[in-house]
């Protein structure tokens, strides 16, 4: 049949390898899909131990410097850098000692030719304003001897120089892994306020599947893109309905999508996308009131990955065969999933390789070829293999991959040495 509506809503209406009819451009499906999705509404207040995996819900000002006050970067003397004029070595007498935890203006003053013993952490006493290492002097009984001149604020934290009060500590939307819950421990504060976890329901179909553990009839296989979604999906920030799975039965499927959009944020759903008699998907998402706002794209794997809306969540249909259903959630899934929960949108971080082998291919989708690192040029960059041409299906090879190297849509033909972007796996 010819195209003549050049509309996705047409299933005619493509040309994979002109283009024409529309097959969306990936960065476009990402970008509509994106728009789709605004940050979850609501907010709670958790307790610092379980805040990791969540995402902050307002700025995080420091409520007070840090450090707090002037305190040594070593374990040494504190002194006058003004007693070390004219030529060394210089004596000064020990009269003082000042730990960390311990009250620096209790410890005296410093005066004029002396030092008193410091430690790492411990504030700097009134009038010391140098700290020269222990190993940097000899001691002798009562005294110190220094050869080297020491220079004012040496070996010196500040007062306010990590972060100055009221300066951004973290800014919202910043997700709490180890590093931030470390700034926000050390301004002292036992719980935060976040967004609430982002509601994702899930499920797969596919009259084929059983669960791992149940026994394999004729024509049956196991369930792999449960486990896939449901690994990708557990992270703290995500309250997952998992739905299980559904046959290829449209009143069923309607039936589900119906109950997951009741509650959902996002319903992600694998398989049934495709164009065959047994792919109900977008139809019964159309049955149920929903909309698709993208399908068929120009990306491989994952053509028949749609996008949409129902009843408020947002849509992403993922293609059965599950080394796509991996790839196009990672690819674009996930950025729709991380902007709902308030974390805006990061791109997918990739670095340069260049391809081991010249190689054609099919123009027409940007492709994500699983790929192993085989070693380096001599200008350093990694050099991959690429993988099979054919491997939707295959998932015994994403695990022998490191990444995915990533294939201009237009490019026909790859030759050794060209220059890849990589998607680290
Ligand atoms: N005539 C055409 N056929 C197909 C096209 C096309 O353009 N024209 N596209 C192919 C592409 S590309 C893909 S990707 C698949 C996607 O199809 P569906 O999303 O409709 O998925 P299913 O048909 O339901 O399943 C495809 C494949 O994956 C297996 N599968 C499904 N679910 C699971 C699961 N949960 N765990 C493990 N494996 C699963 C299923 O048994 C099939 O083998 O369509 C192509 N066909
Ligand atoms: O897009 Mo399909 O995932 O190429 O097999």
């Known amino acids: 049949m010819k195209c003549t509506t050049n509309s996705v809503e047409d299933p005619c209406c493509f040309d994979e390898r002109t283009g024409v009819g529309g097959l969306v451009p990936v960065n476009d499906a ?6 789709l999705a605004s940050e979850v509404d609501g907010t709670e207040v958790v307790d610092l131990d379980v805040a990791i995996g969540r995402v902050l819900a307002e700025d995080l000002l420091a409520p007070f410097p840090l450090p707090p006050f002037d305190n040594s970067a070593m374990d040494g003397y504190v002194f006058r850098s003004g007693d070390l004029s004219g030529s060394g070595p210089w004596r000064l007498r020990v009269t003082g000692r000042v730990a960390a935890g311990e009250n620096a203006s209790e410890a005296g003053i410093v005066g004029e ?18 700290v020269v290492m222990q190993e940097h002097v000899r001691r002798l009984g009562d005294f110190i001897e220094l050869e080297d001149p020491v220079t004012p604020g040496s070996c010196i934290r500040r007062e306010g120089e990590d972060a100055a009060k009221g300066s951004l500590l973290l800014p919202k939307g910043s997700l709490v892994g180890a590093r931030e819950i470390g700034a926000i421990a050390s ?24 669960q791992p553990g149940e026994s394999l009839a004729p024509g049956q296989i196991y369930n792999s893109n449960r486990f896939i979604l449901m690994a990708a999906l557990r992270q703290p920030w ?42 109900h998907m977008v139809e019964q998402l159309r049955g149920a009131g929903g909309k698709i706002e993208v399908m068929k794209i120009a990306m491989k794997p994952g053509k028949p990955l749609s996008i949409g809306t129902l009843n408020g969540a947002v849509f992403v249909g993922l293609p059965g065969n599950p080394v796509a259903a ?36 099919r123009p027409g989708r940007q492709e994500f070829r699983p790929a192993k690192i085989v070693g380096f040029s001599p200008d350093g960059r990694p050099q991959v293999q690429l993988l099979d041409q054919s ?35």
């Open 30 to 35: 990402i970008s509509r899909g994106l728009s």
């Open 113 to 130: 030719g002396e030092a008193f013993r410091i430690f790492t952490g411990a504030g700097i006493p009134k009038d010391g304003d140098a």
């Open 187 to 210: 301004v002292g504060l036992p719980r935060i306020r976040v967004r609430r976890k982002v509601r994702i329901a899930l499920f797969c179909t596919g009259s084929e599947l059983r």
């Open 238 to 279: 995500i309250e997952l309905s998992d739905m299980g799975a559904v046959v290829d039965d449209p009143d069923k499927l309607r039936d589900v999508l119906t109950r997951a959009a009741e509650t959902a944020d996002m319903v992600v759903t694998t398989g049934g996308v495709s164009v065959g008699e047994e792919d």
């Open 326 to 361: 991996f790839t196009t959630w990672k690819i674009i899934g996930s950025r729709i999933a991380e902007k709902l929960s308030g974390q805006g949108d990061h791109e997918q971080p990739v670095s340069q390789v260049v391809a081991s082998e010249s190689f054609t291919r």
């Open 391 to 425: 491997f939707s299906a295959k998932i015994s090879l994403i695990c022998k991959s490191d990444g995915f190297a990533v294939i201009p849509a237009h490019s026909e033909r790859i030759a050794s040495g060209d220059q890849l972007d990589f998607v680290r796996l």
